[in-house]
């Protein structure tokens, strides 16, 4: 299984929306509703943000949300803060039932 | 909540074995799915292969099915990774997680680092 396509940065400034890509093929995202999406700061341990393509864990805030469209999962960050700022990594659940991540997308606050 | 916290990291040579330890609290752990992920510095992040609840089938990725092995201890809320014949590229910081349903990483514990060099 494949890793995952994911765009290397998204920027934007406080207060706007940005959505970051993970593209996959129709043996993982195409074919499940498993897609997770993750946030880790500099040093520290992933964070679990989206599962299951659009639900949010207790705690997550609600200008986190995630959407899918064929092979391609979506997280958008609404109403950005600078304590958004760090790595988002997206994993999906795939025919091959390993485990898999995209590459990673680095978040910047303007 | 659930807490997990890795121990066994450290230096070992190449050709090397190494055990990584896992300890969980605040989970029904015979029955919780856990997993492996790891990160080289700077990388991202790379699966490494899972336990599953209640039996405790294992699944692992390709780079290191055969050398690792992932084992559990249900009476001591306890999951390992045994390493055998490691790799400069097994070197990485390995993180412990459940998986709050089969295929999402739910919580993670603070990683141990593995070094692997002569």
């Known amino acids: 299984q494949s890793a995952l396509t994911q765009p290397a940065s998204v920027s934007g400034s406080p207060g706007q929306s940005i959505t970051i890509s993970c593209t996959g093929t129709?043996?993982?995202?195409?074919?499940?509703?498993?897609v997770s999406w993750y946030q880790q700061h500099p040093g520290k341990a992933p964070k679990l943000m989206i599962y299951e393509v659009s639900n949010r864990p207790s705690g997550v805030p609600d200008r986190f949300s995630g959407s899918k469209s064929a092979n391609t999962a979506s997280l958008t960050i609404s109403g950005l803060q600078t304590e958004d700022e760090a790595d988002y990594y997206c994993s999906s659940y795939g025919s091959s039932s390993t485990g898999v991540f995209g590459g990673g997308t680095k978040v910047t606050v303007l | 909540e659930v807490q997990l916290v890795e121990s066994g990291g450290g230096l070992v040579k190449p050709g090397g074995s190494l055990r990584l330890s896992c300890a969980a609290s605040g989970l029904a752990f015979s029955h919780a799915w856990m997993s492996w992920v790891r990160q080289a510095p700077g990388r991202g992040l790379e699966w490494v292969g899972r336990?599953?609840?209640?039996?405790?089938?294992?699944d692992y990725a390709a780079p290191v099915k055969g050398r690792f092995t992932i084992s559990r201890d249900d009476s001591r809320n306890t999951v390992y990774l045994q390493m055998n014949s490691l790799e400069a590229e097994d070197a990485a910081v390995y993180y412990c997680?459940?998986?709050?349903?089969?295929?999402?990483?739910?919580?993670w514990g603070q990683g141990t680092l593995v070094t692997v060099s002569s």
């Open positions: 336990s599953r609840g209640g039996g405790g089938t294992t």
């Open positions: 129709s043996s993982d995202i195409g074919s499940y509703n498993f």
């Open positions: 997680v459940w998986m709050n349903t089969v295929t999402s990483y739910g919580s």
